[in-house]
Nanobody, 125 residues
Framework: QVQLAESGGGLVQAGGSLRLSCTAS????????MGWYRQVPGKERELVATITNGGLTDYADSLKGRFTISRDNYKNAVYLQMNSLKPEDTAVYYC???????????????????WGQGTLVTVSS
């Protein structure tokens, strides 16, 4: 069973930093894209950042310069370093992993997507 385990959320004051971690299990290969999304109650889930297994990154425009995504392909892990946090960054952050090649399950083709359970980040003013 494919699972994504997140950690690192919590309460922080505005201007502070947090580092989120997410580790995938139940796969034999790797996801070609891993990333983070966030959601505030009453709003749609939105992209924070993604990273490919080759290291290509994509960020929400509003977060560039404050958030940094990285991954460890050997550990099947993705990280999100969040600096200069603002109260509007308060949300549930979800880890996402996608494989469009089949390699995550040791196949030559296929699609697999998984979500973590979410970790709450609260930034106080």
């Amino acid at each position: 069973q494919v699972q994504l385990a997140e950690s690192g959320g919590g309460l922080v004051q505005a201007g502070g930093s947090l580092r989120l971690s997410c580790t995938a299990s139940g796969i034999v290969g790797s996801f070609n894209v891993m990333g983070w999304y966030r959601q505030v109650p009453g709003k749609e889930r939105e992209l924070v950042a993604t990273i490919t297994n080759g290291g290509l990154t994509d960020y929400a425009d509003s977060l560039k310069g404050r958030f940094t995504i990285s991954r460890d392909n050997y550990k099947n892990a993705v990280y999100l370093q969040m600096n200069s946090l603002k109260p509007e960054d308060t949300a549930v952050y979800y880890c996402n992993a996608r494989d469009t090649t089949g390699q995550a399950m040791g196949l030559t083709a296929g699609y697999l997507e998984a979500w973590g359970q979410g970790t709450l980040v609260t930034v106080s003013s």
